[in-house]
């Protein structure tokens, strides 16, 4: 089948970036081969980010942006509106998607599948700050089905530690429950 690729969009503090690491780690968990990495515009927090992952069964040699994705990640909801958002997006690709609002239809015609999550008010509860990446991590494995959850649980404890790891198990596991999936 090859690699699936996978873009991230977001903005600096929201941690689409740690989102993307993460996720790496949780393929690598599963025996998957994964690479990832970020491109970022001016390096402050709220400036859009990007972060890109390239994961399968075969070792990941293209280590360049990715252009024609299978999956998009909008971790901040004003981007959902963006036409950039969509750029690429694969015929039958699958969306995940921090919302304010719910969505009462379909933001590109490319999408199949699409998994939405109120991400912002869960971090805002659980870590007391808008870093939604762990919410989104538990809604993509719920969405996409590509990681398993236990898999994404499994590497937590290399990224936060104590009470953080607490809270942050709770997001993974509150973003895969509340996420809301729609196929076409």
Known sequence: MGNLEIRLHGRGGQGAVS???MLVAAFTQEGKYAAGFPVFGSERRGAPTQAFVRFGDEPVREKTKIYHPH??????????????????LKQEGTMVTNVGQPLTEKPHENINRMGTIKATPIAMEILGIPAVSTCMLGAFAATTQWVELDSVLAILPDYFKEKLLDKNIVCVERGFKETDIFER
């Open 19 to 21: 989102a993307a690491d």
């Open 71 to 88: 999956c998009i990640w909008v971790f901040d909801p004003m981007q959902i509106q963006t036409p950039m958002t969509y750029a690429g």
